[in-house]
């Protein structure tokens, strides 16, 4: 039994023991140059390794830990892309933390750990599971934010990430023990018997509503979205660049995973309550992601926005509320994590020549073309496919999230979400006009390592191919299903 | 004579106000915030511990535990954090959080 449930916790097993031996190898040896890359890569063949054990070890539908967690293919599918995603961050932060001369063996440690406790998070099916899984992730997040420590930035966005962070945990917290005081359960799939049964029998339902907000405003703070969305940019543009980069994807994807469990498994019955909430957030984080972004001048400032506008779309999908909106979600989020990633890349190959920093202000990156034609055309290639222009991968993810709402009649919001698509679509054709029509005004230096050369790549190359095998990633993500009841 | 389960969660509502109006209406020193975050934290407590008496059934003094050891953990990440601000800045007033804006 117990070894049974070992292997189902293989792929978590593998990373808490890495990232303690990282730990302690990082103690015990002197921090030189050498050691650094061994803890390296330890660090990404432990990824490795742990998602083989997901391909080869786990299989789905069982639940293990005395029911604390469950693996269904709809869990198994985000782990996977959670762990890919992962990987990317550590292969595109080992350069830039060198160069920076602040790697220590903490950040692959607090990395792997977060990593933990997302798949914690995204796998769990028990209110102490879920609670202790989203703490083990946010506590590594506020360290992270706060990572760069001679920075006045860093350490200001990890004290405004701590607060908001903290806060919202506890709110999410008062919102469980109300549910918990309400049903009588921590479990799932029991939580939703007693909220059927308390349905039927028309109970009062004034207790369990005031739960069931404060619990969504707290995932409502995780994944930043109107109004619980003003932490965001500062927090973003504080950070160090690759540690943004891991806040805007990986963090964000477990969260909305279990958002979307979290809905469908112990409030499926109590559609009407949440429809309402999801449908004025949604429109909101549309509307104003995409508005204040037009003004920005830093890059991780507008793609903070950019983010808050495009978790906004994705909530149509969950608001559909079929199977059919949760698949495109999951189409969109895989999208949506590729491009984000191959832009953060080359947003991290470039620097002043002159005072050697790394450009974060969009007028530096003026007659870059002339420069470097390659993080040029890439960058043009992932801005459009992140605007959704028709034959790239981003497209395609907003277009079946909005045939699923318009199948669902959900008319004005298709109507809001493609206006605010055009609209976002200025800020990143301002970005390409910048690079390719401007006069340079200083001097770039451009350095890819091969790595992260090959991540463009791929990333350019998934984006221009995608119509050739959309049909095919559709079929693999309709194979996954949420398991809604035992 | 027993106090009735309501009395209890009338005062984690209190408790849990009392954080919230901390942290909105603080606007001086970041340990105030740490210390209204830890009131949230324990009027959930509260709310777990009179909850699990009143139903009989013992998880939600389980959960107790792992919320009084992740709020441990929390405030000393926290503490930490501050300090890296502190040497940075010579201030933990909350006025002083102000270089990131826009």
Known sequence: MLLNDIKLFSSEIILIICSVFILMYGIFFKDNSQSIKNIFYISVLSLILS????????????????????????TL??????????????LISYN??????????????????????????????????????????????????AYKTNDIKSSESGIKYFIIGALSSGILLYGLSIIYGFTNATDFYEISESIKLSLQNDEN??????????????????????PFHMWAPDVYEGSPTSITAFFTTIPKIGALAFLIKFLNIPFENYYSAWFQILYVVSIFSMIYGSIVAINQSNIKRLL???????MGFLLIGILVGTQTGIKSIQLYLVIYMISVLGLFTCVLSLKNKSNELYLENIGDFSGLIKKNSFVAFSFAVLLFSIAGLPPLAGFFGKLYILISAIESKLYILSIVAILTSIVSAFYYL??????????????????????????????????????????????????????TNL | MEIPVLYYLYLSIIIFTIGLVGIFLNRKNLIVLLMSIELILLSANINFVSFSYFYQNIIGQIFVFFTLSVSAAEAAVGLAIIVIFFRKKDSIHVDDINVLKG
């Open chain 1, 96 to 145: 830039y933390l060198i160069d920076l001369e602040i790697i220590k063996p903490e950040f692959f440690f607090l990395i792997l750990l977060s990593t933990v406790g997302i798949l914690i998070l995204i796998s769990s099916r028990n209110i102490l599971s879920m609670y202790l899984g989203l703490e083990l992730q946010s506590i590594c997040l506020y360290i992270l934010a």
């Open chain 1, 77 to 90: 599918f985000f782990k996977k892309i959670v762990l890919i995603g992962t990987i990317v961050i550590v």
């Open chain 1, 430 to 483: 301002r970005i390409i006009k910048i690079i390719f029509f401007d006069e340079p005004v200083n001097d770039i230096s451009v350095n890819t390592s091969i790595v992260s050369k090959l991540i463009i790549i791929i990333s350019i190359i998934f984006s221009i191919t995608l119509i050739l095998f959309v049909s095919d990633i559709l079929e693999l993500i309709n194979s996954t299903s949420i398991l």
């Open chain 1, 304 to 310: 903070a926005y950019s983010s808050i506008n495009h």
């Open chain 1, 51 to 74: 998602f083989y054990s997901i391909i080869y070890f786990v299989n789905p539908e069982m639940s293990f830990f005395n029911n604390l967690l469950i693996n269904d293919t709809f």
């Open chain 1, 205 to 226: 339902f004034l207790i369990l509503n005031i739960g069931f907000v404060l619990i969504l405003s707290g995932l409502f703070f995780k994944i930043a979205v109107v």
